[in-house]
T-cell receptor, first 115, second 117 residues
Framework: AQKITQTQPGMFVQEKEAVTLDCTYD???????LFWYKQPSSGEMIFLIY??????QNATEGRYSLNFQKARKSANLVISASQLGDSAMYFC????????????FGPGTSLSVIP | DTGVSQDPRHKITKRGQNVTFRCDPI?????LYWYRQTLGQGPEFLTY????????KSRLLSDRFSAERPKGSFSTLEIQRTEQGDSAMYLC???????????????FGPGTRLTVL
């Protein structure tokens, strides 16, 4: 079975600093994908970044980068130059296996950016 | 607005009543997903459709839950004989399944928050 673990229930970061949100996963599949989503207090889920298991380069999207360490089964999200608008819940998620479009989410990390 | 929409945004009901939620996906998207999110947790997969076909259902989807997508466009999720444990945010997402794509990004709607008294 697939599982996502996010061990940081809450994180604080100073505005303009970088922050790393941890994510580890468990799967027996060879082919899978990893996502990060942001959920502000308004409730909508916003897609941030994707990493495929066969991608050789770490994914980057603007201020977001994914530190993918396949052997350690970790997919940490790095947010550079934090902004007040980054305060939100962040979910790591995975899809793969026989149901390639079914996405499993982790419990989330609450990030608070301090001015 | 061409995003995923859900109706209603909030629903309060008494235990034992039936409720129905609607999701309108992005128009060209052929896949539609339902998730349930309880407070402090990540979304949990319930079911998904490709066009009008329901391809997978989670074990979370008890026989009180039914989802349809009759014409491959909008979808409804019905909960019969609601229980207090059904109180949650119900999220809908859609994606465009295309061959050869490495992934199909799911676009989420704003959710329907259900409270069962």
């Amino acid at each position: 079975a697939q599982k996502i673990t996010q061990t940081q229930p809450g994180m604080f970061v100073q505005e303009k600093e970088a922050v790393t949100l941890d994510c580890t996963y468990d799967t027996s599949d060879q082919s899978y994908g990893l996502f990060w989503y942001k959920q502000p207090s308004s409730g909508e889920m916003i897609f941030l970044i994707y990493q495929g298991s066969y991608d050789e380069q770490n994914a980057t999207e603007g201020r977001y980068s994914l530190n993918f360490q396949k052997a350690r089964k970790s997919a940490n999200l790095v947010i550079s130059a934090s902004q007040l608008g980054d305060s939100a819940m962040y979910f790591c998620a995975m899809r793969g296996g026989t149901s390639y479009d079914k996405v499993i989410f982790g419990p989330g990390t609450s990030l608070s950016v301090i001015p | 607005d061409t995003g995923v929409s859900q109706d209603p945004r909030h629903k309060i009901t008494k235990r034992g009543q039936n409720v129905t939620f609607r999701c309108d996906p992005i128009s060209e998207h052929n896949r539609l997903y339902w998730y349930r999110q309880t407070l402090g947790q990540g979304p949990e997969f319930l079911t998904y459709f490709q066009n009008e076909a329901q391809l997978e259902k989670s074990r979370l989807l008890s026989d009180r839950f039914s989802a349809e997508r009759p014409k491959g466009s909008f979808s409804t999720l019905e909960i019969q004989r609601t229980e207090q444990g059904d109180s949650a945010m119900y999220l809908c997402a859609s994606s465009l399944r295309s061959t050869g794509a490495s992934y199909n990004e799911q676009f989420f709607g704003p959710g329907t928050r259900l409270t069962v008294l």
